[in-house]
């Protein structure tokens, strides 16, 4: 944990775990007081009403007003937020979940290679090219692999300069770390297609082929969504 990670911070992460996982507050059903969660997680009023307010935003918690604090039943929750779906995904896995979240992969990234083709500037291509690079030198490395994946996705997001859909980056990138789990694999062949696959996008944007970028968005989303849906069989 970072070390300038505040109070509050830590707090609205316990107390969001603790209702997005539904053992000890389940959805739907009524919070205790702000006094006994006061009391419960050792903090003072002003903290707390902060946590709700944080979590509130995140549609977990419904304060009404003369009935007091609620959780929000799980299909309103805020699933673009990156906590609730780190929260969602930490300990098991939500098979219906991580399935609409390749739903929405397939419906958007598509276009926005095929805007980025049509839009991306010379800085734009500066910026996933090296993220394909990094890509490239992690192979071995899951955690750097994954950063420089996401990284590569993030500065095509950016390149589409379509400002609504850059302000969609940190979901997109939360939907690609929640399911990377069920989508990585480091045997060679599979790297090796992975490499290829995002080499051959780049070129795609950098040769301003909006068609062949989107068909090649579309190509690897249904390759990932292939691969998570046996990791999902085979766990279930």
């Known amino acids: 944990m970072s070390p300038k990670t505040t109070k509050t911070d830590r707090l609205i992460s316990a107390l ?10 389940p959805a739907g059903e009524p919070l205790p007081s702000e006094a006994d969660l006061c009391q419960r997680y050792d903090t003072s009023r002003n903290v707390m009403r902060e946590v ?3 979590l509130a935003t995140k549609r977990l918690i419904d304060a009404q007003r003369y009935r007091g604090l ?11 937020d990156a906590d609730v779906l780190e929260w969602a995904l ?4 939500d098979p219906a979940l991580i399935a609409s979240l390749i739903e929405v992969r397939s419906l958007i990234e598509p276009a926005i290679s095929r805007w980025a083709a ?4 010379a800085v734009d291509l500066v910026a996933i090219e090296a993220a394909l690079n990094g890509m490239k030198a992690n192979t071995h490395n899951r955690d750097a692999f994954m950063e420089a994946d996401i990284a590569f996705h993030r500065a095509i997001v950016s390149a589409t300069h379509n400002f609504v859909i850059q302000q969609l ?4 990138s ?12 480091e045997e060679p062949a599979h790297m090796a297609l992975t490499i290829k696959e995002h080499a051959d996008l780049f070129d795609m944007i950098r040769c301003r082929n909006p068609q062949a970028a989107e068909e090649m968005a579309d190509g690897m989303i249904s390759r990932t969504a292939s691969r998570a849906h046996v990791k999902l069989e085979a766990a279930g």
Do not use: C
């Open 16 to 25: 969001g775990r603790d209702i997005v996982q539904g053992i000890v507050f």
């Open 52 to 54: 709700i307010k944080v």
């Open 70 to 80: 609620f959780v929000m039943p799980r299909q309103q929750w805020n699933y673009l």
């Open 90 to 93: 930490e300990n098991d896995s």
């Open 118 to 121: 049509e839009r991306a500037t």
């Open 169 to 172: 980056a940190d979901a997109i």
């Open 174 to 185: 939360a939907l690609q770390r929640a399911i990377f789990d069920h989508t990585y694999l």
